[in-house]
């Protein structure tokens, strides 16, 4: 009977160990079929007899393990009821059941089964587990290179030419074509911030000014008379100058027309200017709409009526900055004389303050709605402005304005050699109609007279942070000088042209149209997230303004006298460039094209353009009650 006590605790013993690890319907080491069998049915022959201690606990293994086995089916029941009917009398299967280790024994061995399963999906999910976190891991990393790698070609690859077939000329830079990772990858130091549906937001050195308190304020009264069909008879122009200095000219004459209640003849253009362009006011602007514009303000026609062809127009040339109590004592009873007035000139021949509220509306209805660009340059214009912007990031629009022309009537030649020198002067003398022949283009520019030039703006951009990746559209003709614009492309390689964006069959109806490629010049600069000017002349007044119309777009004003001294201290070595970029910053925080309102001057031609900040005039402050 000991015997049979010990051997049930050692089993007991095995199946709670830790190290455990058999199958759950494991036979103990005494259980053997054949054998037992022999025993039931020596059992069954010999009845009380066969009560021995083996016998009894071979008898007891085998019906333990068939209870709890899943294969147990008939046969191992009939055992157990042979088995128990020999041992009820002698009471030995009830004191073997009530013992603590049989009955551990019989439930826990039921349970190997489970056990068993519970094991291998436990280690099945820790396997998927692992798995998952070793292809997350590889994955991650495999995504993370592929992006850091197409973000330094972005920043750090040369320009390329565009599909394989953009032309480029001797000054032109090239043209990248950016795919769609490209065009979603933004790098911190671009300040731009997308989401992908997104318009890019303006962070950083790209933020604009603050003017959310400003408004365009153009269009007509709600009281304004229908326009009178009568006219005191009928005004030609001719629009001297470059493209924008015509620009303003037609404006100030559809208001002097207004003033004078006269007819408008369709502009004609000024042919004779340096570029000898000769393109017609059709070529460059849309002259249907600018009729349809303006029909409620003046009458305008294509030519004179045939009853007026033979009136021989009288010529006159108005005074300069004048205000519109000219027009109506002095230029208005010569117009009622002769029928027809021929006004020979017509830049600046209006005041830029001083004058009606209405007149001042007008001529910005004429500037930045009537005087639509051409069809053929509003859409190459869209094109280019598409290009720059292919790679998902913003562009600067750059006005350098260094040019042989206006360094010639300038008078600057700062970095130039002698020889560029002596070219400049024999053209300043050459230009009959430039009154100033003799300059001192060092003391000029110490007075902010001269244009930057390609180093000094380089240095500009640079100071004010503007990396190295920024994308720059040239608002310009060719560079004077010999290696002039190696400073800049050095510094910013991406530097691209109306003509490196271009294909030559695309730019081939604006060849030897000057005041054309300028128009397209102005498309792209307009619509560009930031725009710098490096000389203050008409291009850059009318790209301002335009901009200041449209939202207050961000445009670099810079303060070329200070600017200079800053750039000479530096080239001395007077200062390091960590205290040069702090100041041009601090010279420069307030001159990004925020609000302000335009003052008199005591001279018109000194006082700040009307062109340039039409505030006040056509942007008004919005009131608490609007």
């Known amino acids: 009977m000991g015997h049979h006590r010990n051997t049930s605790d050692d089993v007991s013993l095995l199946v709670h160990s830790p190290r455990f690890s058999g199958p759950m319907t494991r036979r103990a080491h005494s259980f053997k079929r054949g054998g ?222 207004k003033i004078m209640k006269a007819t408008l003849v369709l502009p004609s253009l000024d042919r004779t200017s340096y570029w000898a362009d000769e393109s017609g006011f059709k070529d460059l602007f849309d002259w249907r709409h600018f009729i349809e514009t303006l029909k409620d303000d003046i009458h305008i026609v294509d030519e004179l009526p045939p009853t007026y062809s033979d009136i021989e127009p009288f010529n006159k040339t108005p005074i300069s900055w004048s205000k519109d109590s000219y027009y109506k004592k002095e230029v208005l009873p010569l117009l009622k004389q002769h029928r027809v007035i021929y006004f020979t000139h017509t830049d600046s021949r209006l005041a830029n303050n001083g004058l009606p509220s209405s007149i001042q509306k007008l001529r910005c209805r004429v500037n930045y709605v009537g005087l639509k660009y051409s069809a053929p340059i509003q859409q190459l214009g869209n094109t280019l402005i598409s290009r720059m912007r292919e790679n998902g990031g ?97 510094d910013f390689p991406n530097i691209f042209s109306h003509s490196s964006l271009t294909r030559v069959e695309e730019l081939e109806p604006f060849k030897n149209h000057q005041n054309m490629l300028a128009g397209l010049d102005y498309v792209v600069a307009l619509q560009s997230d930031a725009f710098a000017y490096t000389y203050d002349g008409n291009m850059a007044k009318a790209i301002q303004g335009h901009r200041r119309f449209e939202n207050f777009k961000k445009t670099i004003n810079p303060d070329k006298m200070n600017y200079v001294k800053l750039v000479d201290e530096y080239d001395e070595g007077k200062i390091s460039w960590k205290k040069f970029s702090s100041k041009v910053k601090k010279l420069h925080k307030d001159r990004v094209g925020a609000p302000y309102h335009r003052e008199p001057g005591e001279f018109p031609k000194l006082e700040e353009s009307f062109y340039a900040n039409p505030l006040p005039g056509c942007i008004c402050e919005r009131t608490d009650e609007g």
């Open 394 to 490: 913003l562009y600067l629009a750059l006005h350098l304005r260094y040019e042989k022309d206006m360094l010639a009537f300038t008078g600057c030649s700062h970095n130039l050699t002698a020889e560029e020198n002596d070219e400049l002067h024999r053209m300043r003398y050459e230009v009959g109609h430039w009154k100033e022949k003799e300059i001192n283009g060092t003391e000029r520019r110490l007075l902010g007279g001269c244009p930057l030039t390609p180093r000094e703006t380089s240095l500009l951009l640079k100071a004010l942070g503007f990396p190295s990746s920024t994308r720059i559209y040239l608002v310009a003709g060719e560079a004077y000088g010999n290696g002039s614009m190696q400073y800049l492309t050095d």
């Open 36 to 257: 037992n069998t022999q025993n039931n049915a020596g059992s069954n022959n010999s009845g009380a007899g066969n009560n021995g201690s083996g016998n009894s606990l071979s008898v007891h293994h085998e019906i333990d393990l068939q209870l709890n086995s899943p294969r147990s089916e008939g046969r191992p029941n009939s055992v157990l009821a042979d088995g128990l009917s020999q041992r009820v009398h002698g009471g030995v299967v009830k004191s073997l059941l009530r013992k603590p280790g049989v009955g551990s024994m019989v439930f826990e061995l039921g349970l190997r089964e489970t056990r068993k399963l519970r094991h291998w999906m436990f280690f099945a999910f820790c396997g998927v587990c692992l798995f998952l976190g070793v292809f997350k891991i590889c994955a991650t990393w495999w995504l993370g290179s592929t992006i850091e790698s197409v973000a330094l070609n972005q920043d750090y690859s040369d320009s390329s030419t565009r599909l394989g077939v953009l032309e480029q000329g001797s000054n032109d830079y090239g043209y990248r074509d950016g795919g769609d990772v490209e065009r979603s990858l933004m790098t911190v130091a671009s300040g731009v911030v997308r989401s992908q549906d997104s318009i890019p937001e303006h962070t950083g050195i790209w933020s604009q000014p603050n003017s959310e308190n400003f408004t365009q304020c153009i269009d007509h009264p709600k009281n304004h008379k229908k326009l009178d069909a009568k006219t005191n008879g009928y005004i030609l122009i001719n629009a001297n100058g470059g493209l924008n200095q015509m620009r303003f000219g037609i404006c100030d004459m559809v208001a002097v027309a």
